[in-house]
């Protein structure tokens, strides 16, 4: 089955700051990449996503790039707030795939802090 | 997207009871799953709740410890049965319209087993 690895596990830095993390995937049929924040004792929340036709998608402060070949994707936050500090997970799918369709494998987690 | 919702939030339980976790969805939905996450950990996928038939579970979980109905295309229940300390977590109900669009999660239940 799918594994996601995320590094790092947590990431410390000062408002203004860019931020960046990194996930792998082991399954090259994997074509659905989803990041979600989860505050502590809430929801995770859908920030991003992006799919295996692009390699890049942007969101205000908020980019996901793509590299298939490497089957690696990275979060990118510019300008960090103290309202982005969160736990931030990747995870990965296969979308059109009958018997997969829509299972998401995360990985570990990065707890980020910003720092003001 | 749509609004999730999952009765109870929480709850503390006795060792050996089992506790039935409702998640409901304001619209119809193609997909719910069911979710695990442990304190301080990731998010593990349980099962696929599948809409009038039975639930497709992921390797390590079985239908005798987490029973899952799912009635129509907005309702689903997760029992967690015969329960240990082991199955203290926060368990995510979440929905997934179609193809295509993305996954919304509910607020989770947070279980503690004594």
């Known amino acids: 089955g799918e594994n996601v690895e995320q590094h790092p596990s947590t990431l410390s830095v000062q408002e203004g700051d860019s931020a960046v993390i990194k996930c792998t995937y082991s399954?090259?049929?994997?074509?659905?990449f989803p990041w979600y924040k989860q505050e502590l004792g809430k929801r995770p929340q859908l920030i991003i996503d992006?799919?295996?036709?692009?390699g890049e998608k942007k969101d205000q402060r908020i980019a996901v790039t793509l590299n298939k070949t490497a089957k690696h994707f990275s979060l990118h936050i510019t300008e960090t707030q103290p309202e982005d500090s969160a736990v931030y997970f990747c995870?990965?799918?296969?979308?059109?795939?009958?018997?997969?369709?829509?299972?998401?494998?995360f990985g570990q987690g990065t707890i980020l802090t910003v720092h003001p | 997207s749509a609004v999730i919702s999952q009765k109870p939030s929480r709850d503390i339980c006795q060792r050996g009871t089992s506790l039935t976790i409702q998640c409901q969805v304001d619209?119809?939905?193609?997909?719910m799953f069911w979710y695990r996450q442990q304190p301080g950990q990731s998010l593990t996928l349980i099962a696929t709740?599948?809409?009038?038939?039975?639930?497709?579970?992921e390797s390590g979980f079985v239908i005798d410890k987490f029973p899952i109905s799912r009635p129509n295309l907005t309702f689903s229940t997760l029992t967690v049965s015969n329960m240990s300390p082991e199955d203290s977590s926060i368990y995510l109900c979440?929905?997934?319209?179609?193809?295509?669009?993305?996954?919304?999660f509910g607020d989770g239940t947070r279980l503690s087993i004594l």
């Open positions: 979440s929905a997934q319209g179609g193809q295509g669009q993305p996954q919304h």
């Open positions: 399954d090259s049929a994997s074509n659905y």
């Open positions: 992006i799919r295996s036709n692009v």
């Open positions: 995870a990965a799918s296969k979308e059109k795939s009958g018997t997969s369709y829509g299972k998401l494998t």
């Open positions: 619209s119809q939905v193609t997909m």
């Open positions: 709740a599948n809409q009038g038939s039975e639930a497709t579970y």
